[in-house]
């Protein structure tokens, strides 16, 4: 007896070696089975797409200065509120420096919603992790439902002098589910 491949339903788009029982006998003869059209591998239905995930940014909007630490401010905190379910897996940090003291380094901690995404309670240098050249920094932070707040505190490791200013910009790209 032959055994029947094909797609009878597949939720996820990765079930196509499920056995479909043989097709119903007529007067002797099989019936032929019509196999979904390549442009549906997509759909559940035409026009209902199946669930999906991709990478997306989300920007971190800083909270204090526009993202400027100066000599009086040293510490500010960076935030991206979800909208869809999203897990942070990539930061991408920039910073501009501008001054002779502006070489301090920022030190962060990342936190979903109350949870601290690091083994330690110590500040990691953020633009190590997140330099645009970083090979491998692939972070696996917890899945977040929409609404909950996605932070990173950053301090300066040294204090700024005078005018001397550092610029910072921040995103992370992870996981949504549509």
Do not use: C
Request: aromatic share 6%.
């Amino acid at each position: 007896m032959a055994r029947y491949f094909e797609v009878v339903g597949d939720v996820l788009g990765d079930d196509n070696d499920i056995p479909a029982p043989p097709p119903p006998q007529s007067n002797g003869r099989s019936m032929i089975s019509v196999q979904k059209p390549s442009w549906r591998n997509r759909q559940l239905a035409p026009g209902v797409n199946s669930p999906d995930e991709g990478l997306m940014p989300l920007p971190m909007t800083p909270q204090t200065n526009n993202g400027v630490f100066t000599a009086t401010i040293n510490q500010i905190t960076w935030q991206g509120q979800l909208q869809k379910p999203f897990r942070a897996e990539r930061l991408l940090v920039s910073s501009v420096r501008t001054g002779t003291s502006a070489v301090g380094r920022l030190l962060g901690q990342f936190f979903v919603g109350t949870d601290l995404q690091q083994a330690e309670i110590q500040g990691l240098d953020i633009e190590l992790i997140g330099a645009t050249t970083a090979f491998g920094t692939r972070m696996t932070h917890v899945q977040a439902p929409p609404g909950v707040l996605i932070r990173i505190p950053v301090t300066l490791s040294s204090a700024l002098t005078s005018t001397d200013t550092i610029f910072a910009s921040m995103m992370f790209l992870g996981r949504i589910i549509s």
